[in-house]
């Protein structure tokens, strides 16, 4: 289980080649990659900025990854997300999942993405026309999240 927050970019192949790195019986991997956006509803968006609260957001990412394996039969799990300034179309987050089959991984990968949303300790700004402004959480994450609980 690979956990990083860096300021530096990343390379999706290079991550996925060590992910599969050692893993014969992975018959899928499935990756998804978050750019920053350059419109955001109606507003351009110059660029993203990303704070983070060290070591206990590694820790939370952590947890995440940690329970995706228990829920899954996943063979590893990749999680790596940028802090800083961030200019548009930049790569933010990647998560990966390596598994033996497909449903496993993209459940997997898919939960990874929708918890992280909620529960990481990220914030961020979006620099706009009008100055910089603090990005409030998205009711839509929220749901997304929901739907993970155990009901």
Do not use: N
């Not at 829920?71 to 033996?100: F, K, T, Y």
Request: charged residues 25%.
């Amino acid at each position: 289980m690979a956990v990083r927050v860096q300021t530096q970019d990343f390379d999706v192949s290079a991550e996925l080649a060590r992910l599969r790195a050692g893993h014969a019986d992975a018959g899928a991997v499935v990756a998804f990659v978050g750019t920053v956006r350059e419109l955001d509803g109606c507003a351009t968006v110059s660029a993203l900025e990303l704070e983070h609260y060290p070591g206990m957001t590694e820790a939370a990412l952590g947890d995440i990854a940690a329970e995706a394996r228990r829920r899954w039969p996943v063979i590893d799990v990749a999680i790596v997300h940028r802090v800083g300034l961030l200019r548009g179309c930049e790569q933010i987050v990647l998560v990966a999942v390596a598994a033996r089959h497909r449903g496993d991984a993209f459940a997997a990968c898919e939960f990874v993405m929708d918890i992280l949303k909620t529960r990481a300790p990220f914030w961020k700004k979006q620099g706009t026309p009008d100055g910089m402004r603090w990005v409030e959480a998205r009711a839509s994450d929220v749901a997304a999240a929901a739907r993970w609980e155990p009901r």
